[in-house]
């Protein structure tokens, strides 16, 4: 680090675009997105912070940052630290912590993608893409979004009790010892 004009200070600034897949029907807007700009010195945690305030969530739940699309692979997972809170972990796969993962240390490249998942049971499903990561003199606060399209949906929709119904009628019908949700399609095509 260092550089830039007397007394300034350069470091990496990463431009991300944060994509939701998967929109519910209740949202007037079909595709939203957020683009966040962040220090390479602030964590996956951060950013964690930076698209809950973003798609202007309220009620706080755990949450992932996948690497790669596979979902089981936990090498490549990053979760939120309450995850760690009752260090149980079955299947001995321990994910690493959000908390400890610093952007500059990922390897993250320009157009790379990532995705993050919000809310285990709810499931909202997001595609991050790298747009920029440049030296630069940081100015105002980080992370900040910089750019917003379409409207967030509300976090918690209409209340269907039908469809309540139906969810504990599907619960019944799995087989097997249990269900990898695979993520959706990014509707970019990646």
Excluded: C
């Excluded at 706080?60 to 809170?85: I, W």
Aim: proline residues 7%; hydrophobic residues 30%.
């Amino acid at each position: 680090m260092g550089g830039g004009e007397p007394g300034g200070v350069t470091m990496t600034i990463h431009r991300l675009k944060v994509t939701l897949l998967g929109v519910p029907p209740w949202a007037t807007d079909k595709t939203v997105w957020r683009t966040i700009e962040m220090k390479g010195s602030q964590t996956l945690d951060q950013l964690h912070k930076a698209i809950f305030k973003a798609f202007d969530r309220w009620d706080e739940h755990l949450y992932s940052f996948y690497m790669t699309k596979d979902r089981r692979d936990a090498a490549q997972e990053y979760a939120s630290p309450y995850l760690f809170d009752d260090n149980d972990f079955p299947f001995g796969d321990r994910p690493r912590s959000a908390r400890n993962a610093k952007l500059d240390k990922l390897g993250l490249k320009a157009r790379q993608k990532f995705y993050y998942v919000f809310d285990y049971g709810d499931d909202w499903e997001h595609v991050v893409e790298v747009l920029s990561i440049k030296d630069g003199e940081p100015v105002g606060r980080y992370p900040r979004i910089s750019d917003r399209h379409g409207e967030s949906p509300e976090q918690y929709g209409e209340w269907d009790e039908h469809e309540e119904e139906d969810d504990e009628e599907d619960d019944y019908q799995q087989t097997g010892p249990g269900r990898v949700i695979p993520l959706r399609p990014d509707p970019n095509g990646a």
